[in-house]
């Protein structure tokens, strides 16, 4: 064994902790509290950063869905519904593995024109989770009768039924 580089007390199993070993850090368990605790207090600052960074990276991503929304028509091609909070870019179809960006990723690769975009289409929730399970994908035991209330929803928008 070794001893502690700050203090010198002889490194045992009890007060050399097993990741301090494998690490090579040679300092004991007392020596590595007073550490952490000075590392928190020199980077109190670090956790400001941190959320001023997601802010900024969630403001980025919700200007990217937006152009993104406003390039692809702006409203739901099933209801025009045109609530922002409420439209999804839907895929038709199936993604291909190649495609399979999401958030500001996606968002970028639309606006720079390095993904095509004839596959996509903009939806609101409702209409996007009716499109699943009519192409079978959620809830594939639709019951009969829920059809008709599909028709009755679409024909209160003036549109027949979302084509497939």
Same mark, same amino acid.
């Given at each position: 064994?070794?001893?502690?580089?700050?203090?010198?007390?002889?490194?045992?199993?009890?007060?050399?902790?097993?990741?301090?070993?494998?690490?090579?850090?040679?300092?004991?368990?007392?020596?590595?509290?007073?550490?952490?605790?000075?590392?928190?207090?020199?980077?109190?600052?670090?956790?400001?950063? %941190? !959320? +001023?960074?997601?802010?900024?990276?969630? *403001?980025?991503?919700?200007?990217?869905? @937006? #152009?993104?929304?406003?390039?692809?028509?702006?409203?739901?091609?099933?209801?025009?519904?045109?609530?922002?909070?409420?439209?999804?870019?839907?895929?038709?179809?199936? %993604? !291909? +593995?190649?495609?399979?960006?999401?958030? *500001?990723?996606?968002?970028?690769?639309? @606006? #720079?024109?390095?993904?095509?975009?004839?596959?996509?289409?903009?939806?609101?929730?409702?209409?996007?989770?009716?499109?699943?399970?009519?192409?079978?994908?959620?809830?594939?035991?639709?019951?009969?009768?829920?059809?008709?209330?599909?028709?009755?929803?679409?024909?209160?928008?003036?549109?027949?039924?979302?084509?497939?």
């Amino acid at each position: 064994m070794s001893d502690c580089n700050i203090c010198g007390v002889p490194l045992t199993k009890d007060n050399w902790p097993g990741w301090a070993q494998k690490s090579g850090t040679y300092r004991c368990q007392s020596d590595l509290r007073l550490y952490c605790k000075s590392y928190k207090s020199r980077h109190k600052d670090q956790e400001s950063y %941190r !959320e +001023k960074w997601r802010e900024s990276a969630r *403001r980025s991503s919700w200007r990217g869905r @937006l #152009k993104v929304i406003n390039m692809l028509g702006g409203q739901c091609v099933h209801c025009g519904e045109t609530n922002p909070l409420v439209l999804t870019i839907n895929h038709k179809g199936k %993604r !291909e +593995k190649r495609d399979q960006h999401s958030g *500001r990723r996606f968002y970028y690769l639309v @606006l #720079k024109g390095k993904r095509i975009t004839d596959d996509l289409e903009i939806a609101c929730m409702n209409c996007q989770i009716i499109y699943e399970i009519l192409r079978g994908r959620r809830y594939k035991d639709i019951p009969e009768y829920v059809k008709p209330m599909l028709d009755a929803y679409f024909a209160a928008r003036g549109r027949t039924s979302i084509v497939i």
